[in-house]
T-cell receptor, first 115, second 113 residues
Framework: ETGVTQSPTHLIKTRGQQVTLRCSSQ?????VSWYQQALGQGPQFIFQ???????GRGNFPPRFSGLQFPNYSSELNVNALELDDSALYLC??????????????FGQGTRLTVV | GNSVTQMEGPVTLSEEAFLTINCTYT??????LFWYVQYPGEGLQLLLK?????DKGSNKGFEATYRKETTSFHLEKGSVQVSDSAVYFC????????????FGTGTKLQVIP
């Protein structure tokens, strides 16, 4: 067990709504990344948070936003949901310290379905 | 941009068969290369990694060698087991760490007894 937990595990939302997904990082980890995995595809990098600051972003629109809290847990918010946002959302945590970084551990994901 | 291309699946093998899953990459700079595995109903797990040219990553009988000249990182295992049935993802990162990873589309492996 990696210690990275995500909630909820499954979620159904209506197009146009907003959603918040949560990730509790492994103890001692200061970095969290979020990924979107569409069905049958590989995960795509959304953004990364390091010590509460966004530290890199993939090719996702601004309606995808996030937060990292002082305890290094994190939220992913998606506004104005579209059908194509239906996917498995994964978070990964690691402890980054310059060039000496620990392995990133993934949570089991939140399955979001937009109808 | 950075990208990873891996062979399409599904790949179906009999137990004890030899496995190769091809992976090639395009990257600016010198990436670290990874293979991740996703077992049914579970999250992604790091299987092995290599951080520089000619490095060989290995774990649980799986191996992959970082080939800079062919920009490849093919996954191999000499004798697969039913328990190896999973989806395998080739991936890279450019920051020297394990985050901001670019993944391939995944290859589903099914091993039959």
């Amino acid at each position: 067990e990696t210690g990275v937990t995500q909630s909820p595990t499954h979620l159904i939302k209506t197009r146009g709504q907003q959603v918040t997904l949560r990730c509790s990082s492994q103890s001692g980890h200061n970095t969290v990344s979020w990924y979107q995995q569409a069905l049958g595809q590989g995960p795509q990098f959304i953004f990364q948070y390091y010590r509460e600051e966004e530290n890199g972003r993939g090719n996702f629109p601004p309606r995808f936003s996030g937060l990292q809290f002082p305890n290094y847990s994190s939220e992913l918010n998606v506004n104005a949901l579209e059908l194509d946002d239906s996917a498995l959302y994964l978070c990964a945590s690691s402890h980054d310290r310059g060039r000496r970084n620990t392995e990133a551990f993934f949570g089991q994901g939140t399955r979001l379905t937009v109808v | 941009g950075n990208s990873v291309t891996q062979m399409e699946g599904p790949v179906t093998l009999s137990e004890e068969a030899f496995l190769t899953i091809n992976c090639t990459y395009t990257a600016t700079g010198y990436p670290s290369l990874f293979w991740y595995v996703q077992y049914p109903g579970e999250g992604l797990q790091l299987l092995l990694k290599a951080t520089k040219a000619d490095d060989k990553g290995s774990n649980k009988g799986f191996e992959a060698t970082y080939r800079k000249e062919t920009t490849s990182f093919h996954l191999e295992k000499g004798s697969v087991q039913v328990s190896d049935s999973a989806v395998y993802f080739c991936a890279l990162s450019l920051n020297g760490g394990y985050q901001k990873v670019t993944f391939g589309t995944g290859t589903k492996l099914q091993v039959i007894p």
